[in-house]
């Protein structure tokens, strides 16, 4: 079965306490992304990435990075969080082919 | 750079009633049109989509059709259902504009009454 997987799924940290949130598909794509989703905002890019070791930053990358060292995982790391980073945070891998993107179950993450 | 506007929500309907979501864009060149669905809870799935201009995309009694005329792909069902309540969002990918990324809209609430 097609698959993007995340976790945690729900986490509650502090300020400046870094923090990794996972992501992983099984469908060999090339292309993947992370989103934030805020209220009222809808879903912005964070960062993404066309291929393993290809990185670079999409519309609010301030205060996250990402790494691609396998084609599968694309880790979202948040090295000091910070109050404004509370958010929903969707992983998504792209079969650009077929022109479709797949959704991880999302992560929401509140920092205190 | 390239955008989406669609009508914001929330929008509630009675079951059977007509729907439409308006979604318009703008970009550069000729971009690929979709429409998203959240359901509570979950991660986005993809509803429809069009890739050229006057293409229809459809699924599950939804419809929208890509018109480059008026850069518009609204959403629209006939008969809408208690389980069709969720968040919709329009979204464009443009390869030739925004290096191919997907740019959403904000978002529409549906709540379908019984």
């Known amino acids: 079965e097609a698959q993007v997987t995340q976790n945690p799924r729900y986490l509650i940290t502090v300020t400046g306490k870094k923090l990794t949130v996972t992501c992983s598909q099984n469908m060999n794509h090339e292309y993947m992304s992370w989103y934030r989703q805020d209220p009222g905002l809808g879903l912005r890019q964070i960062y993404y990435s066309m291929n393993v070791e290809v990185t670079d930053k999409g519309d609010v990358p301030e205060g996250y990075k990402v790494s691609r060292k396998e084609k599968r995982n694309f880790p979202l790391i948040l090295e000091s969080p910070s109050p404004n980073q509370t958010s929903l945070y969707f992983c998504?891998?792209?079969?650009?082919?077929?022109?479709?993107?797949?959704f991880g179950p999302g992560t929401r993450l509140t920092v205190l | 750079g390239d955008s989406v506007t669609q009508m914001e929500g929330p929008v509630t309907l009675s079951e059977e009633a007509f729907l439409t979501i308006n979604c318009t864009y703008t970009?550069?060149?000729?971009?690929?049109l979709f429409w998203y669905v959240q359901y509570p809870g979950e991660g986005l799935q993809l509803l429809l989509k069009?890739?050229?201009?006057?293409d229809k995309g459809s699924n599950k009694g939804f419809e929208a059709t890509y018109r480059k005329e008026t850069t518009s792909f609204h959403l629209e069902k006939g008969s809408v259902q208690v389980s069709d309540s969720a968040v919709y969002f329009c979204a464009l990918r443009n390869y030739g504009g925004s290096q191919g990324n997907l740019i959403f809209g904000k978002g529409t609430k549906l709540s379908v009454k019984p």
């Open positions: 998504a891998s792209t079969d650009r082919v077929r022109d479709t993107q797949y």
């Open positions: 069009a890739t050229k201009a006057d």
């Open positions: 970009a550069t060149g000729y971009p690929s």
